[in-house]
Nanobody, 126 residues
C-alpha cells in the first residue's frame, strides 16, 4: 500500500514537498515514480528513482524544478517541487514497481508500474 501526503494550495513560484510511504513490502527493491493527472489529461509521468537513489529521470516539463528522492529506512519517496506553475496543478500519484533485473530501466509510463497510491491534490494559483 502506498499513501501520499503533502499536497495543498500554493501560489505561483512557491514550493511543496510530497511524500509517499509504503507498507508491506521490501521497499528498497522497488522503482518508485511520481505521476500526475487532471480531469482533461491522461496520467502523466513526472519523475522516477531507482534502487538506492542512484538513478533518476524526470519529465522535461519539471526538469530543474522538481527533485525526487527516497529514504528506504523510512519507506518513503519524496517529490520536492520548486518554482511551481499553474500548469503543475493536478492530482499527484506515487507508484512502485519491483526491480526484477540488475539491468533495469526506470519506467516513464503508467503501465510499467504495478502499485499506486490514492493521490494527493496540488493546486497552484496564479
Amino acid at each position: 500500500q502506498l499513501v501520499e501526503s503533502g499536497g495543498g494550495l500554493v501560489q505561483t513560484g512557491g514550493s511543496l514537498r510530497l511524500s509517499c510511504t509504503a507498507s508491506g513490502r521490501i521497499f528498497s527493491s522497488y522503482i518508485l515514480g511520481w505521476f500526475r493527472q487532471t480531469p482533461t489529461m491522461a496520467r502523466e509521468f513526472v519523475a522516477a528513482i531507482g534502487g538506492g537513489g542512484r538513478s533518476t529521470v524526470y519529465a522535461d516539463s519539471v526538469k530543474g524544478r522538481f527533485i525526487i528522492s527516497r529514504d528506504d529506512a523510512r519507506r518513503t519517496v519524496y517529490l520536492q517541487m520548486n518554482n511551481l506553475k499553474p500548469e503543475d496543478t493536478a492530482v499527484y500519484f506515487c507508484a512502485s514497481s519491483p526491480i526484477r533485473s540488475v539491468f533495469y530501466s526506470l519506467g516513464t509510463t503508467a503501465g510499467e508500474y504495478e502499485n499506486w497510491g490514492q493521490g494527493t491534490q496540488v493546486t497552484v494559483s496564479s
